[in-house]
């Protein structure tokens, strides 16, 4: 088992409003968010992130994580060492990540898919956040905190904190990044075997030459985002 020193974290992490954080916590230890709000009595604190705003097809898929308090005494799970931003690894380093996490009796976990057709009526910002609430939902029992990836999110009725880059710095954001990047490119192999001839399985949705060509030959499939360009103008204010 890994073991952490206590630290502070400057950035308050209590209260009913959500705060933005950003990244004072000591160099290599990304348990500091956590243990400050396991400090101030929050015991069940999940982190939350999204895989699959960005893409032209797909869902966008959520997770959320909360790493039992005892670990803040007992030490991290050695497994878990490099554990780190979804992007930051590869996919087999993913693969290996997710099947430890899904694994441990311990380590509760919240999933959410929105379709595509969902991100069309919605907006991909609003239906990012339904998909946090969604996986955040799925938690038994509820967090008393959340430590969510980016900006704060209004409709988030938990007490939260935002953490800018926060998947390459709190291990709670780190793990959901992973369980929903493995869970959606696994969606996304499904797809490419219903629909093939755009090569889901390469690029995951996103608009790469290979893709936009298959586009032009054969016309968007049931899958993609019709309200993304190149099927309308891009929308304001979605990042």
Request: aromatic share 8%.
């Amino acid at each position: 088992m890994l073991r952490f020193p206590d630290s502070p974290l400057s950035a308050r992490a209590g209260g009913s409003a959500a705060r933005l954080a950003t990244s004072s916590q000591p160099a290599g230890d990304r348990l500091a968010f956590e243990r400050a709000c396991w400090a101030r009595g929050a015991t069940l604190v999940a982190g939350v992130d999204e895989a699959g705003r960005g893409p032209l097809a797909g869902p966008v898929v959520a997770a959320a994580v909360v790493f039992p308090r005892e670990w803040c005494e007992t030490g991290f799970d050695e497994r878990l060492r490099d554990l780190n931003d979804s992007k930051q690894l590869t996919e087999t380093q993913r693969e290996e990540f997710f099947a430890v996490l899904t694994s441990l009796a311990e380590v509760r976990h919240g999933l959410s898919v929105v379709d595509a057709d969902t991100i069309d009526r919605l907006n991909i910002l609003q239906a990012t956040h339904r998909a946090m609430n969604e996986a955040l939902a799925r938690l038994r029992p509820p967090p008393e905190h959340v430590l969510v990836d980016g900006r704060p999110v209004r409709s988030m009725a938990i007490p939260h904190t935002a953490i800018v880059k926060g998947d390459a710095l709190s291990y709670s954001i780190a793990a959901a990044s992973v369980i929903a990047k493995v869970t959606r490119d696994r969606l996304m192999l499904d797809y490419d075997r219903q629909f093939p001839g755009y090569g889901f399985a390469e690029h995951k949705g996103y608009g790469t030459p290979q893709h936009l060509a298959a586009i032009v030959e054969l016309g968007p499939c049931p899958i993609h985002r019709r309200s993304f360009a190149p099927f309308k103008p891009a929308q304001a204010q979605l990042f």
